[in-house]
Nanobody, 115 residues
Framework: QVQLVESGGGLVQPGGSLRLSCAASGSIFSIYAIDWYRQAPGKQRELVAPITSGGSTRYADSVKGRFTISRDNAKKTVYLQMNSLKPEDTAVYYC?????????WGQGTQVTVSS
């Protein structure tokens, strides 16, 4: 059983920064990719950034150059550093893993970008 717990969300002004964390339980964290998704009100959940077990990353076009995903396998934690935040980044952010065909989601953390 895998549990994912996000933290670090909050209210920030446009142009500000936040760092989200996702802590995972279980001993097999290091061998799987892990993703950050987000869901804004009235919109579908979208993939923000995945990171592979080897550390390869990619980003949604809307966050390229502003967000950075990283992982610390010793701490079983993945991070999402978000800079130059915009109001359109407002959403609930979720971390996600797929293990042996089963999908695991955290409970989400709210990010609100507003002046």
């Amino acid at each position: 059983q895998v549990q994912l717990v996000e933290s670090g969300g909050g209210l920030v002004q446009p142009g500000g920064s936040l760092r989200l964390s996702c802590a995972a339980s279980g001993s097999i964290f290091s061998i799987y990719a892990i993703d950050w998704y987000r869901q804004a009100p009235g919109k579908q959940r979208e993939l923000v950034a995945p990171i592979t077990s080897g550390g390869s990353t990619r980003y949604a076009d809307s966050v390229k150059g502003r967000f950075t995903i990283s992982r610390d396998n010793a701490k079983k934690t993945v991070y999402l550093q978000m800079n130059s935040l915009k109001p359109e980044d407002t959403a609930v952010y979720y971390c996600h893993m797929t293990i042996l065909g089963r999908s695991y989601w955290g409970q989400g953390t709210q990010v609100t970008v507003s002046s």
